[in-house]
């Protein structure tokens, strides 16, 4: 895509974060308390009427006072009617519909940046080829990700991630908005290998819960995190993504951070289902959405479409959705075809 957007520019116009889930509320105050004004759309009218009565997010982020700079909507599209950037933090299998209802209300000016993490399960397509989709190829379009867990941002913890855009200049403004002392942003033009890192992340986080649901220890979550890496990296280049970028934050640096926390959703769910709790019920008791749960059955799709192997990526989607036992899971992952290691990575790569 050509560089057209040397008229952008940070003013004091205020941004629209679309989704006031964990993530998505807490992006909203780290602009806020550095003096940005955000316009923050709230899909839940009840959690809306909360915000505006206690400027806290008691649904998905309790106990954080908010930024006096954000303000709550309940329409999305007078959320983002004169915002320069749209930040779009909606869950991945809701992310199309809710695109829907910004298209008449955003300028063909804005840039969209994309704070989730998925593939579509029905068109296997990333965030960014929804976006160009929905809203047209021309479209300015950035993927922020990397480490980082909603309420250490919000705590003002040291957090470094990773803007991708295939345009310079947006890829340079999205790191001048969040930029800070505590929030350190890096770029880079590799939209495909963050988005994929991103998406592929939780899928594995899934298979490191399971590991400790089974009452596993650390060699198996090391091996896990090893190989699962591997498949992430086989899946990316062959998708075109550099492999380097896979090694980076949103690689590599994610990945270790959902499968070692129990903080990560995709981490809690896993350690339930390898304890033996059915899905279905694990699924009814969370508020908030395990993104790898979805993103497991199109990664599968997309990686038996293209060819490409992925056995981690095969028995968690085969716990989740043929009810396979996790603890064969483990086997038949242990008694795989033996291979050199140094030639199964070079077939990643």
Not at 67 to 92: C, D, K, Q, T, Y
Not at 243 to 266: F, W
Not at 288 to 308: R, S
Request: proline share 4%; charged share 20%; hydrophobic share 45%.
């Amino acid at each position: 895509m050509k560089e057209s957007n040397s008229h952008l520019a940070l003013d004091s116009t205020p941004v629209a974060v679309i989704g006031a889930g964990s993530w998505g509320t807490a992006l909203a105050h780290h602009l806020g308390r550095h003096g940005r004004e955000v316009r923050l759309w709230v899909y839940e009218p009840e959690l809306l009427a909360i915000l505006c009565q206690k400027r806290e997010n008691t649904f998905f982020l309790p106990g954080v006072k908010l930024s006096s700079h954000l303000s709550f909507f309940g329409e999305a599209a007078e959320a983002v009617r004169g915002a320069p950037v749209v930040i779009m933090a909606a869950p991945s299998h809701v992310f199309r519909q809710v695109l829907g209802l910004l298209q008449s209300a955003a300028s063909p000016e804005v840039v969209f940046v994309s704070a989730t993490k998925g593939i579509e399960n029905e068109t296997l397509l990333t965030m960014e080829g929804v976006v160009r989709e929905v809203l047209g190829p021309e479209r300015s379009y950035a993927i922020l990700s990397g480490p980082s867990f909603a309420r250490e941002v919000v705590q003002n913890q040291p957090t470094v991630v990773t803007v991708a855009s295939r345009q310079r200049s947006v890829a340079k403004l999205v790191q001048r908005l969040f930029s800070t002392p505590t929030f350190r942003v890096y770029t880079t033009f590799d939209v495909t290998g963050v988005e994929l890192g991103g998406a592929l992340k939780n899928i594995m986080a899934l298979g490191a819960g399971i590991l400790e649901g089974l009452g596993l220890g650390a060699n198996p979550r090391a091996a896990l995190i090893t190989r699962g890496l591997a498949e992430i990296a086989r899946l990316g280049v062959r998708l075109g993504a550099n492999p380097m970028t896979l090694s980076g934050l949103s690689g590599l640096g994610d990945l270790v951070l959902t499968c070692t926390s129990s903080q990560s959703r995709n981490y809690q769910v896993g350690v339930q289902l390898g304890a033996g709790k059915r899905l279905p019920d694990i699924l009814a008791e969370m508020k908030m959405v395990a993104e790898g749960v979805k993103n497991a059955a199109a990664a599968y799709f997309l990686a038996q479409k293209l060819g490409v192997e992925m056995p981690i990526v095969e028995q968690v989607y085969r716990i989740l959705y043929e009810n396979h036992s996790p603890r064969e899971a483990v086997r038949i992952l242990m008694t795989r075809a033996l291979k050199d290691e140094i030639d199964a990575l070079a077939e990643s790569w």
